[in-house]
């Protein structure tokens, strides 16, 4: 994309330009890269559980493979899968909506990428060298603590989440930065996009929540690897401290992750309906409720710890409280639909069929909250299949519609519908069949986390059901692969506003988005800006600016020595190695110190430099 | 108004047939929803006062959703501009105040039933004591009423409320009987005797006789999935038959070669009668008792993979414990084949005979 021109600063080609590029946009797709990967291993994870389920006393994998393999499944899922490409949208789109040429800190943009990288890759390595982590994506303590789990395999837990925890929390700040100050003029706060808001809300949560997690994990580490004794029940430590901490931190964490999703679920709706989000100013005052109720819950996770009935009380009431805001976005989603016309793409039906899904996935947590009746969920397969329905009914399911949604501007070909379609209904029927069946398993007694179960309790057919169910959801996942091959191939090229409907600032710029996203920024000037230009007769943005050089950041390699460095540092520590991990910081530290030192200045793209000159629509 | 009246009449038929479907869901000795006693009876009224409101609020939605989408696609070269509506006030209110309304009614009896369920029976002189400490991968019941140490099998009288103190031994464990009564976490902590640490309470009542399957419901370990109990409730006059057995001395076993070899090996860890330690499961009845392990049913009639007689259980067990229950802490002992024999037969002829 680069064109040639006068200055010094040098432009890679290539790979080189992966691992050095600071733009938004690269790195949104890296993140895509990353989280997809790790989505298909945290999938195969999920399929093997399966398989080992499938009938009673299985013996497919042996008892502590089967604690590795759910406890990397859950926390894969979790942080190396869903959050990356969380972030792959909102690197892919945020500066775009808002009208903005980058984020505010391009360079920890790619800092915040590598950093996720070197830690998620650090805990898969764990598979290799003697045994994954197996307490459970909670590592609950004592079960996780150096008695009782004297294996390396925590460690990596511990070591690689504080890795990838970093990259989360540099990338939430420079969100919330990006959207408080780059808006294009006249984008005032409650003109802003439903996502931009869903990610400004997320990003808030990122910065209060994960510092809980960093503190936790240093606990943790501090036990494991130094003999502390923070969680030491013997020595006067607390388990039940570690989880009041984890889940101040893990329920907000919930949140994190399907805000997007509801800020995507927005945008799609509204676009396919070609109708205005009905309701605008509700719904961002539900999603900032929702964002500050979070934080009042996480002791919901907790009923059977024996906190008291007091709390046990106060818990359940808060939670169920959060049934209201969610209520409100529900149903004006409904209604943004009633009275619009609307086309059922491949990112809609994924849309559509979030609306049910996810309230089947609410009303069960708004069942949870009731803490007596909680006694028998709790950790018991009902809960499996209240969580799935969150966060794979609701978050993957609007991941899927975002990226089809998006997958033009990002790539600038259209998506096959055909195969889209193929993949959203056999991923759907595929994921009610596994999940929903799950409900009544935990219901009748099959606890959570179990490697195998006697046979004779009934529990037989219906585990059989959901094994068939999840095989549907690996073929819709290779659908969508398959849609990604023949796209790359032979993909139908998109245009600027490739659904025609388009009502935001991502859809007046070319597909893919230029380096400098718009030549000149644009003037915004009501909700849905470009659906109001388009209905006031415009064919495109008024600029705010006339046509001049754009400052761009330049590339740079040191991101990734930075977490190559913490990398090293964190295996070095592990194996109380501690010139090697003195080392990988030593690297991190150097790569720190020529970061401050050296003064660059970015470069100038010149006017004639443009692909297009003013902004198209 | 008369279209009310056809909703209710097509969804009065769904609810009955939905609680007719969660009454008759699962085995009676295993399932929430089938409860055996008035704690899970309590919570099962819970429940189904919770999914009856969320079957309203699901049915709501999932008909608004067809209906929009049936009536407002996108039929071909349709290309009109819908109206771009900005929200309605009166509807914003309506989708609040309901819900409200809804979590009122489901809220109230949720906070009684958390204050009622709490109540603390461990000073109750007329309820059963009993102190649930958990260990990987085994349960201990200790009855300080009547100094009694048992394992994996938790014998009550029927119609009384039985009080448990619950701690762990090692990792977190959680205590669920799921006809009975919901669960409770065992934390590890300080000895129950000083009352303090994170010790938890609850309690439960088993009014008719029977065997109700308890599970560990917290991952502690590869044998999570393994550690199950059993309660046995038994009338009030059977059970002074079993506490007052369990005192009398058992004899140990008439061969000097096997009696050798037993309290050699298994008296340096567990407990018969008055001899022997208490640090792993107490042995004195383990021939009346329902399983091995917890998971080796004891059955003449074997069906399944996890069953057989008292002997050809023990036997299985104690030839391999790791095959039975991996990261149990019970070694394979090194036993001469007609050991093994002998110590699995005395074993299973240690019997309590007291349900009459």
């Known amino acids: ?617 | 108004m008369m279209k009310r009246w056809n909703v209710g009449k097509r969804l009065l038929p769904l609810f009955a047939g939905m609680m007719l479907l969660l009454s008759a869901c699962g085995r009676a000795d295993l399932s929430t929803l089938n409860p055996q006693g008035p704690v899970a009876e309590e919570q099962f009224g819970l429940m189904k006062l919770a999914i009856s409101i969320m079957i309203i609020v699901v049915v709501i939605v999932f008909a608004i959703s067809l209906y929009v989408i049936v009536r407002f696609r996108r039929r071909p070269g349709d290309n009109k501009i819908p109206v771009q509506v900005e929200g309605n006030h009166k509807l914003e209110i309506i989708w609040t105040v309901i819900p409200l309304i809804l979590l009122v009614i489901l809220g109230v009896p949720t906070v009684n039933s958390v204050f009622g369920l709490s109540k603390d029976y461990t000073k109750d002189p007329d309820a059963i004591q009993v102190e649930v400490t958990s260990h990987q991968f085994w349960w201990e019941f200790y009855y300080p009423q009547y100094d009694i140490h048992t394992a994996q099998e938790l014998v009550i009288p029927t119609g009384k409320k039985i009080a448990v103190t619950a701690v762990s031994g090692d990792v977190l464990h959680s205590f669920w009987i799921p006809s009975l009564a919901g669960k409770i976490d065992t934390n590890p902590g300080t000895a129950v005797e000083n009352g303090t640490a994170n010790a938890n309470k609850m309690y439960f009542e088993a009014p008719k006789a029977g065997v109700y399957l308890g599970k560990c419901a917290e991952l502690c370990g590869p044998s999570h999935a393994l550690m199950d109990f059993k309660v046995k409730a038994v009338d009030e006059a059977s059970f002074d038959r079993w506490t007052a057995a369990q005192k009398t001395p058992v004899a140990l076993p008439s061969d000097p070669a096997i009696k050798d070899a037993l309290v050699k090996n298994c008296l340096s860890c567990h407990a018969i009668g008055d001899q022997g330690v208490l640090v792993y499961p107490n042995l004195t009845d383990i021939g009346s008792r329902l399983t091995v392990g917890g998971i080796l049913v004891n059955t003449d009639e074997a069906e399944y993979a996890n069953e057989g007689t008292t002997y050809e259980n023990l036997k299985r067990w104690i030839e391999d414990p790791q095959a039975v229950k991996p990261g149990t802490l019970m070694p394979k002992v090194e036993l001469t084949e007609q050991e093994i024999d002998g110590i699995a037969k005395y074993l299973s002829e240690l019997k309590i005979d007291y349900e009459k």
């Open chain 1, 1 to 617: 994309m680069a064109h040639a021109h006068a200055h010094t600063v040098k432009r890679y080609k290539g790979l080189m330009d992966w691992l050095t590029t600071v733009d938004h946009k690269k790195i949104g797709i890296l993140y895509l890269l990353a989280g997809g990967f790790f989505f298909l291993v945290g999938g195969l994870e999920a399929i093997m559980i399966r398989i080992q389920l499938i009938k009673p006393l299985n013996d497919f994998v042996s008892a502590e493979k089967f604690n590795q393999l759910l406890t990397m499944h859950g926390t894969t899922m979790i942080f190396l899968a869903a959050m990356p490409m969380l972030f792959a949208l909102m690197n892919a789109v945020i500066p775009l909506q808002i009208g903005a040429r980058d984020v505010a800190f391009p360079f920890v943009n790619a800092l915040g990428f590598w950093t996720f990288f070197a830690g998620g890759v650090l805990l898969n390595v764990s598979w290799f060298t003697g045994g994954a982590p197996d307490a459970g994506w909670t590592s609950y303590v004592p079960l996780a603590s150096p008695t009782y789990s004297p294996e390396y395999g925590v460690d990596y837990y511990v070591i690689g989440l504080q890795i990838a925890g970093i990259g989360t929390l540099i990338g939430g700040i420079n969100f919330l930065v990006t959207i408080i100050n780059m808006r294009a003029p006249g984008m005032t706060f409650m003109r802003m996009p439903m996502f931009t808001w869903a990610i400004f809300i997320t990003s808030a949560l990122i910065l209060f929540a994960f510092p809980a997690l960093t503190v936790g994990l240093v606990a943790l580490m501090f036990d494991r690897l130094f003999e502390a004794n923070f969680f030491e029940v013997a020595n006067g430590g607390n388990a039940v401290l570690w989880e009041h901490i984890f889940w101040i931190f893990g329920h907000p964490e919930v949140y994190i992750l399907i805000l997007p999703a509801f800020g995507v679920i927005s945008e799609v709706i509204s676009t396919f309906s070609r109708k205005r989000l009905f309701g605008y100013s509700s719904m961002v005052f539900a999603t900032v409720l929702i964002g500050f109720l979070g934080f009042m819950v996480w002791a919901h996770h907790m009923f059977t710890t024996g906190l008291g009935p007091v709390a046990n009380a106060l818990f359940s009431i808060a939670t169920m409280l959060i049934a209201v805001p969610t209520g409100i976005k529900i149903f004006n989603w409904l209604f943004t639909m009633w009275g619009g016309s609307i086309k059922f793409t491949t990112a809609n039906l994924f849309a559509v069929g979030f609306i049910p899904t996810f309230v089947m996935g609410g009303v069960t947590g708004v069942m949870l909250a009731a803490a007596p009746a909680d006694f028998q969920y709790h950790d018991s397969y009902f809960v499996v299949a209240h969580f799935h329905y969150v966060i794979v009914g609701g978050l993957i399911l609007g991941i899927f519609s975002g990226l089809h949604y998006w997958w033009p501007k990002m790539f600038g070909r259209m998506l096959n519908e055909t195969l889209g379609k193929l993949t959203f209904w056999t991923f759907f029927i595929g994921f009610h069949m596994t999940f929903l069946i799950q409900h009544f398993l935990g219901l009748m007694g099959m606890p959570r986390r179990i490697y195998t179960y006697l046979d004779g309790l009934g529990f037989n057919n219906m585990n059989l059901i959901s094994t068939i169910g999840a095989f549907l959801m690996g073929l819709g996942t290779i659908f969508f692969i398959l849609n990604i091959i023949v796209t790359s191939v032979s993909g139908k090229k998109a245009a600027g506003d490739a659904w025609e409907d388009g009502r935001t600032l991502e859809w007046t710029i070319p597909s893919p988005a230029p380096e400098y996203n718009f030549a000149q920024t644009p003037l915004v000037r009501g909700y849905d800006a470009f659906w109001k230009e388009k209905m006031d007769g415009h064919k495109e943005m008024t600029p705010a600016e006339p046509l001049g050089s754009i400052h761009m950041p330049s590339p740079s390699i040191l991101p990734l020595f930075m977490s190559i460095g913490l990398f090293i540092a964190g295996l070095g520590f592990m194996y109380h190695n501690y010139y090697v991990g003195g080392g990988g910081l030593a690297l991190t530290f150097l790569c720190m110190l020529i970061r401050s030192l050296k003064d660059d200045h970015g470069f100038h793209i010149e006017p004639d430099e443009l692909h297009d000159k003013g902004v198209k629509a």
